[in-house]
């Protein structure tokens, strides 16, 4: 079955400095992949997805992610944070064969801290 | 245009009580879905409905039941809560434009004591 690995929990780093989130998935077949982050108290957002073509994919919030297939990877990059960047961010997978009925696959979460 | 709102935004119940969660989109959407989102654990999947008119099991269905009340409207019930149901509850609905995205309404904090 399909599975999304986020690894890492958490994420302490100061504000301005840059960030990486790591996201790793289990398929080696095309699957479309997405990041979302959920402010406190709040809903999820789409940050960036990735469905075909470019490899690097920019969102928003100056947030961009790369797809790598031979790594099966989409790691989240922020060249520089600010405060209100705090917040849990999840990575997500379509799976296979899923385009009609849209499920995904969440990621166990990250929790950016942005320092001052 | 309100999205995906979800009521309540927060409940206490006991053991063994019933309740329904209420969900509702304004996009036109074809495809809703129902998440429980656990510490450490991301979100998964309870229920979902592709189409109006049809539904089917996500990742962790034990104890809940759905409807698709139309097109607008995705229910989820607890017939007898669980301590083990405690949980922040997303709702999302997604169209058929083929962009894949879902989009989640605020959410319903849940506690079974």
């Known amino acids: 079955a399909q599975s999304v690995t986020q690894l890492d929990s958490q994420v302490p780093v100061f504000e301005e400095a840059p960030v990486e989130l790591r996201c790793n998935y289990s398929?080696?077949?095309?699957?479309?992949l997405f990041w979302y982050v959920q402010y406190p108290n709040q809903g999820l957002q789409l940050l960036l997805k990735?469905?075909?073509?470019?490899?690097l994919v920019k969102g928003i919030n100056g947030f961009e992610a790369e797809f790598n297939k031979s790594q099966t990877s989409f790691h989240l990059r922020k060249p520089s944070v600010h405060i209100s960047d705090t917040a849990e961010y999840f990575c997500?997978?379509?799976?296979?064969?899923?385009?009609?009925?849209?499920?995904?696959?969440f990621g166990q979460g990250t929790t950016l801290q942005v320092k001052p | 245009n309100a999205g995906v709102t979800q009521t309540p935004k927060f409940q206490v119940l006991k053991t063994g009580q019933s309740m329904t969660l209420q969900c509702a989109q304004d996009?036109?959407?074809?495809?809703m879905y129902w998440y429980r989102q656990d510490p450490g654990m991301g979100l998964r999947l309870i229920y979902y409905?592709?189409?109006?008119?049809?539904?089917d099991k996500g990742e962790v269905p034990n104890g809940y039941n759905v409807s698709r009340l139309n097109k607008r409207e995705f229910s989820l019930r607890l017939e007898s809560a669980a301590p083990s149901q405690t949980s922040v509850y997303f709702c999302?609905?997604?169209?058929?434009?083929?962009?894949?995205?879902?989009?989640f309404g605020p959410g319903t904090r849940l506690t079974v004591t």
């Open positions: 409905s592709a189409s109006e008119g049809t539904t």
């Open positions: 398929s080696s077949v095309s699957v479309y």
């Open positions: 997500a997978v379509s799976p296979p064969g899923s385009s009609n009925t849209g499920k995904l696959i």
């Open positions: 990735y469905l075909s073509g470019s490899t």
């Open positions: 999302a609905s997604r169209s058929r434009d083929h962009s894949y995205e879902q989009y």
């Open positions: 996009m036109n959407h074809n495809s």
